[in-house]
């Protein structure tokens, strides 16, 4: 078996609602085969990982994998399971897999669920998926080894090794790379507010919620932290001067840069004093109880720079922290100790503390690892001890001077204990220093009494130290007392008043039309003065400036939309790839918009049906928030499907119809149970709801629509005109932005018409059967069916029977073809596309006139030559920054919202009645109670 590649679904996707990886997996030697035809498979499998009897699979029950390992399963599902075990032993909690097959024999993809706040830039997936092949690899070929839970090697040659062994490099990887506690308490808080979270790949940095809302966060420090109280707290002495200064009580001491003068200072202050790093954190290098020269100087080299000497307070160490001008919790720090038990060894104490799953290195678990180090040894000699010491029953050994967590000290909290003194101290320390967030500590008798006289001579307790970014560990997981929710008061303190941290947002999907929707819903609601971020097929934009240009359809530009802080609301354009490839690029929108579903992009991404096509669009119907409005054409039946989809009726969203037939069953059905829909009724633009009918604007006004002759522009329009409602838009102000709105600059490529001479240009994005015959439909409406010429390329990476279906379209509709391909041949052969059209053509058209180009010059310059004086080229090319270059060149200008050309007179445009299936039976419609408003 073998990965042939990996993709990161870094989002909700069509297997689920959480972060998931596929891999795409070959079975090679072991296609074809069941784990009944490999004797002993099962037993060995079971021997190797227990766990695997737990396992539910499709039986909804424990043993349910088991009874499919019995009963014959293919060697896919088998790593699937294994890979979810594994993730499980190294405390990975996950759940959910899947296995389907990819198309070809003996090739699977495998889909297991990931933590939802594991690192997208992750190695953990892969590695365990390796993992799981050697393992199913080697009970395969029988080599199992006796006893232990993990009893089966691994791999050959170079990776060999037991797996208990693999395992744990995988879950000291999967520890490395996770959030720390305090970023990992900040995410769970505003997981529970609704608060889209987002982890910057491996690091503490956070970015919470959307646009102009949204706030970044490090570990427990906020966009919002003073970057000069950062700096005061940094700096131990420029600290204890500031507050010294506002009266608050710090121990006696001073700087020193050199050892002498650290010296001076201990016989200035009396023994026993701390030596500090100025600069210091996380009490690395501190010394505590030093009374004689040496010592001090001894600690002035090991801070390795200038110091801070202070006389050493009696009492005991709390650390109180601060958010937002509130004490929110409060702990006794505890530094590093055991307990003897009169048999074991100081070091064999270490090892048993150690042992305790809440410690590890580093900030990663709640609790950090003993070392028994030089300073630890020091520590123990001063108490007549040695590692290898054996303490009496009850003895409390110390192993550091320092209370830090992150030297292996423990805490007990303490909040409720806080003396209003207290407090008020605290937040008076955290205003003078400036820090949003604080962490303060004090040394005192008992923080639940009041402070001690103030005497600046003799200090008897006081602030010893101020925290930027304080560590969080301690409050969220006390060794003894009550823990708290602090990453919750963090939350809070960014986002008062209850706020989800989220802006309008709006997704648009479908087959086609998408990125015309995209753009005029984003045109519509600028009109309320917002800034709107737009992602489309041809870039990002940010309050109308395009900032990034490339296909940005995907959960990367969603992002990028999602994340700037100037967007007060985002339209979003979602399409197959990226939501097949990565899933969507955010949890749930406001608004959600289906154009159409039709055949296109089969045979890629396992994508093999209308159906299939279906289930991807899905996702974003099903990823509209409760309460949030789905907006879905009652025109096409595979759209319709959907309303009918279980996680689309469960999540009681608004649902709202649009389309251009207002006599369709399911609009009327949705009107009588007074709900809204959008449709196009009597050459109007119509809002619906009930009984009641507003309309809009006329069909013949909607600029792009050609006076109504394109009937695809009504549909768009009235999605739009929908999605920008359900966001509160009103409709006054939509009909005077719609009047606003010029689709050849702020639409361009997509119906634009422009004039060379006396020959019209029609330019399209048409690359699909569906789009080109409503883009044929249009010309014959304003042309007529003989006054047409093509310019067309079709992509390559298309199947060939919706190639054929693309070709049989434009020959039923036009006499005079050019074909060309364009320099992007997406794996097709030089020809080959244009070869296959024509060939299509000719056989539904024998006597059409089909000519070959080399590139979209050469077949624009052919197709003009054809075109005689009143008719029109339609150009459908693959990028339309050349094409849009090329036709300026040759003196295109545009043409206006409707064509005025030379030559003999065009038809006019036919009645909306007259057209089929856009209205029917209007004279009962009218008969409907009604007000026109």
Not at 305 to 321: A, F, I, S, T
Not at 572 to 592: C, F, K, S
Not at 746 to 760: A, K, Q
Request: aromatic letters at 4%; charged letters at 25%; one cysteine or more.
């Amino acid at each position: 078996m073998k990965i042939e590649f990996l993709r990161r679904l870094r989002g909700p996707n069509v297997y689920l609602s959480r972060p998931a990886v596929l891999a795409r997996l070959r079975l090679e030697g072991l296609a074809g085969l069941e784990t009944t035809d490999v004797t002993g498979f099962t037993e060995r499998l079971l021997r190797s990982l227990p766990g695997l009897a737990e396992h539910h699979c499709a039986a909804g029950a424990p043993g349910g994998f088991v009874s499919r390992l019995r009963n014959g399963t293919y060697f896919g599902h088998v790593t699937e399971h294994v890979c979810l075990e594994l993730s499980q032993l190294i405390g990975r909690d996950v759940s959910f897999g899947r296995t389907v097959a990819a198309g070809e024999p003996g090739v699977y993809d495998v889909i297991v669920e990931c933590p939802v706040d594991e690192s997208p830039m992750s190695r953990v997936p892969g590695e365990l998926l390796d993992a799981a092949i050697d393992l199913v690899l080697e009970v395969h070929a029988g080599r199992v080894m006796p006893g232990g839970t993990a009893p089966v090697r691994l791999g050959a040659g170079s990776r060999d090794g037991i797996l208990a062994r693999r395992l744990a490099g995988l879950a000291a990887l999967a520890e490395q790379e996770a959030a720390g506690p305090s970023t990992r308490a900040i995410i769970a808080a505003a997981r529970r507010r609704g608060i889209p979270v987002e982890r910057y790949d491996d690091l503490s940095l956070l970015r919470l919620g959307w646009g102009n809302r949204r706030r970044l966060a490090w570990a427990a420090m906020t966009d919002r932290t003073s970057g000069i109280g950062v700096d005061i707290a940094g700096d131990k002495f420029v600290t204890r001067y500031l507050l010294a200064e506002a009266g608050i009580p710090v121990p006696p001491g001073g700087a020193a840069r050199t050892p002498a003068e650290a010296v001076t200072l201990l016989g200035e202050l009396g023994a026993p004093v701390v030596v500090k790093p100025r600069h210091g954190r996380q009490g690395r290098r501190v010394a505590l109880n030093l009374s004689a020269p040496d010592e001090v100087e001894r600690a002035f080299a090991e801070a390795d720079g200038e110091v801070v000497v202070e006389r050493q307070l009696r009492g005991r160490d709390y650390r109180v922290l601060v958010v937002a001008g509130d004490v929110v919790a409060a702990a006794e720090r505890l530094a590093a100790h055991v307990v003897g038990d009169g048999r074991a060894t100081v070091t064999e104490l270490v090892t048993r503390a150690n042992a305790d799953p809440r410690r590890g290195d580093g900030h990663c678990r709640e609790l950090t690892r003993i070392d028994l180090d030089e300073n630890a040894e020091r520590v123990l000699r001063r108490q007549g001890h040695t590692p290898g010491s054996v303490p009496g029953d009850g003895v409390t050994v110390w192993l550091r001077d320092t209370a830090n967590l992150s030297t292996g000290g423990t805490s007990r909290d303490v909040t409720d204990q806080v003396h209003p003194d207290v407090t008020r101290l605290c937040q008076r320390v955290a205003a003078l220093v400036g820090l949003d967030i604080a962490g303060i500590d004090l040394r005192l008798p008992d923080i639940g009494a009041p402070l001690p006289p103030g005497d600046p001579d003799r200090v008897m307790a006081g602030v010893i130290e101020v925290n930027a970014a304080p560590g969080l560990r301690m409050h969220l997981t006390p060794v003894h007392g009550r823990a708290r929710d602090v990453g919750d008061a963090i939350v809070r303190a960014m986002f008062p008043g209850g706020s989800d941290g989220r802006i309008p947002t709006v997704a648009v999907t479908g087959t086609n039309g998408k990125t015309s929707v995209t753009r005029l819903t984003a045109h519509l609601l600028s009109g309320s003065g917002i800034k709107v971020g737009t992602a489309t097929t041809d870039g990002v934009t940010i309050d109308g400036r395009t900032v990034l240009v490339s296909d940005a359809t995907g959960p990367r530009s969603a992002q990028t939309v999602l994340g700037d802080p100037q967007v007060e609301a985002a339209v979003l354009e979602t399409a197959r790839g990226g939501l097949v490839r990565r899933g969507l690029g955010y949890d749930w929108t406001d608004v959600g918009v289906i154009t159409n579903i039709t055949a296109d992009h089969l045979g890629q991404d396992g994508l093999d049906s209308i159906e299939d096509l279906a289930h991807v669009k899905a996702v974003v119907a099903e990823r509209v928030r409760e309460g949030g409005t789905l907006v879905l054409n009652a025109d096409d039946p595979w759209v319709r499907s959907l309303a009918d989809r279980p996680r689309v009726r469960a999540d009681r969203k608004r649902l709202v119809w649009f389309g251009l037939d207002a006599e369709n069953p399911v609009v009327t059905e949705h009107l009588g149970r007074g709900a809204t829909a959008y449709v196009l009724h009597d050459g109007w633009l119509v809002q619906a709801t009930g009984a009641r009918r507003t309309p809009l604007i006329r069909l013949a006004e909607v600029p792009g629509a050609y006076g109504g002759a394109a009937l695809h522009v009504a549909a768009n329009t009235l999605a739009a005109i929908a999605a920008a409602r359900a966001l509160g838009a009103r409709p006054e102000t939509l009909v005077d932005r719609l009047g606003e709105f010029d689709p050849s600059v702020e639409n361009p490529g997509r119906g634009t018409l422009l004039r060379i001479g006396d020959v019209s240009v029609y330019v399209d994005y048409a690359h699909n059967p569906a789009a080109l015959a409503t883009t044929v439909r249009t010309l014959h409406r304003l042309w007529g069916a003989q006054r047409c010429v093509a310019a067309v390329t079709l992509p390559g990476d298309r199947r060939e029977d919706l190639l054929a279906a693309s070709a049989q379209v434009l020959a039923d509709g036009l006499t005079r073809v050019v074909l060309y391909e364009d320099e992007d041949l997406r794996g097709r052969s030089p020809g080959e596309v244009a070869g296959l059209v024509e060939r299509e053509m000719r056989a539904r058209r024998p006597q059409m006139a089909c000519v070959r180009a080399d590139g979209y010059r050469d077949a624009i310059t052919e197709a003009l030559a054809l075109a005689a004086p009143g008719e029109v080229v339609l150009v459908i090319y693959e990028k339309w920054a050349p094409v849009r270059a090329f036709l300026a060149g040759l003196g295109a200008v545009p043409a206006g919202g409707s064509p005025v050309v030379s030559g003999p007179a065009l038809p006019a445009v036919p009645a909306m009645g007259a057209i089929p299936g856009v209205t029917r039976n209007l004279t009962a419609q009218r008969t409907l109670s009604r007000t026109l408003e």
